[in-house]
Each structure stands twice: as C-alpha cells, then as structure tokens.
C-alpha cells in the first residue's frame, strides 16, 4: 500500500501562489510515475500534471508556463508550484501515484482562487 498526504491548499487572490505538497510513504519502491489532478463539482477529475520516476513531465494546456511539477525524492514529496492562479483554477486538488496495476489518490486539498 501507498499512502498519500496532501498540504498546502488555501485561499489565494487571482494572480497569486500556492505550493502543493504531496508526501509519499509505504511501499513506494515501484511508484513510476506521481501527479496532481483536480475535481470542480459536477466535473470529472482531471489531469493538471504528472512527473515520472525518470523527470518526464506533463502539463495540462490550461497551467502550461503558470504551474511547475517537481519531486524531492529524499523526502518522497511531490509539489506543484502554483504561479498566476486564476479564479477557474479553483477545485480540490488529488495527489496521484501509480504502480504497476495500482493507482493511489490522496484525501485532496482545496484551493480557492478568489479576490
């Protein structure tokens, strides 16, 4: 099992920042590949950006050039760095990790876009 814990989320005025964390902990040996996605209601869950075990990473068009994905794996962390946020990138934001035929999601974290 993998365990996920999310932090960071919160209320920020448009143009803003926030950083996300995402700390990993179990058996995370085989995790290939870890992200963030986030969920406004009556909307699917959707992608914003993944970082595979090898760097690789992929941004939704919408946070292209605004939001980063990095990995700190001697603390097992994920973050995403959250610059120029806008009011429709309001949502609960889903940490994500995968292995092989296994996916895990953190409990989410609220972010609030809002003057």
């Known amino acids: 099992q993998v365990q996920l814990a999310e932090s960071g989320g919160g209320l920020v005025q448009p143009g803003g920042s926030l950083r996300l964390s995402c700390a990993a902990s179990g058996s995370i040996s085989s995790i290939y590949v870890r992200g963030w996605y986030r969920q406004t209601p009556g909307k699917q869950r959707e992608l914003v950006a993944v970082i595979t075990s090898a760097g690789s990473t992929n941004y939704a068009d919408s946070v292209k050039g605004r939001f980063t994905i990095s990995i700190d794996n001697a603390k097992n962390t994920v973050y995403l760095q959250m610059n120029s946020l806008k009011t429709e990138d309001t949502a609960v934001y889903y940490c994500?990790?995968?292995?092989?035929?296994?996916?895990?999601w953190g409990q989410g974290t609220q972010v609030t876009v809002s003057s």
């Open positions: 994500n990790a995968r292995r092989p035929l296994q996916s895990y």
